[in-house]
């Protein structure tokens, strides 16, 4: 029987995958049979119960990722709850925005203004992906001219700052299911997809 957080984050498809490939023979045509392509359009996007939830995750990473950048600590345990991004995100990714959280911090900064906004797309969903299931998604982050790290101590712009994320171009998203949640696994630069200022 599944339990409620698995139906409740509408994780069926996913669970139903894994049962399938844990109960198929070991054969090398079985092995086969059990792989099916990723797939790249459903119908409702990033509505899609099967993908709802990993778009939320990764939604609930950026707002506590910004958070976190507001109000920066060295230690990234001694930040509040929401402002907790870890709690959305895996490593490689989670190790990245720590560092640069610390790294604000001990320059005595902090992001001040209006956050960029997302504009997230599905790209495809994998759920037999290797080792975990697996969604992709493609963000265009808008008004990033908002969004400024300032000095604390001098209460100025910090000078010279350049974005995660080059200009013009958008990133591209891994969310993965991986104990009993979606997380955010890596964040990279797509240079396939150019997005507005």
């Given at each position: 029987m599944l339990s409620p957080i698995l139906r409740k984050t509408g994780q069926i498809a996913v669970l139903a995958g894994l049962v399938a490939g844990c109960s198929a023979a070991g054969s090398a045509t079985d092995q086969a049979g059990r792989v099916r392509p990723a797939q790249t359009s459903l119908p409702r996007?990033?509505?899609d119960?099967?993908?709802r939830a990993a778009v939320l995750a990764y939604e609930d990473f950026i707002l506590a990722f910004n958070q976190a950048q507001r109000k920066p600590a060295a230690d990234v345990k001694a930040l509040p709850e929401n402002a907790d991004f870890t709690r959305f995100s895996f490593d490689p990714i989670a190790a990245e925005f720590e560092a640069t959280v610390r790294k604000l911090s001990l320059a005595?900064?902090?992001y001040r203004g209006t956050p960029p906004r997302s504009h997230v797309t599905l790209t495809s969903v994998d759920p037999d992906a290797t080792p975990w299931?697996?969604?992709?998604?493609?963000d265009c982050q808008t008004g990033q001219d908002e969004w400024k790290a300032f000095n604390t101590q001098?209460?100025?712009?910090v000078p010279n700052q350049e974005p995660r994320v080059q200009r013009p171009y958008g990133t591209v998203v891994t969310v993965i299911y991986n104990h009993e949640r979606w997380g955010v696994n890596t964040i990279r630069a797509d240079p396939t997809r150019t997005?507005?200022?």
């Open positions: 996007g990033t509505e119960p099967q993908v005595k900064s902090e299931p697996t969604v992709t998604l493609s001098a209460n100025k712009p997005c507005p200022g």
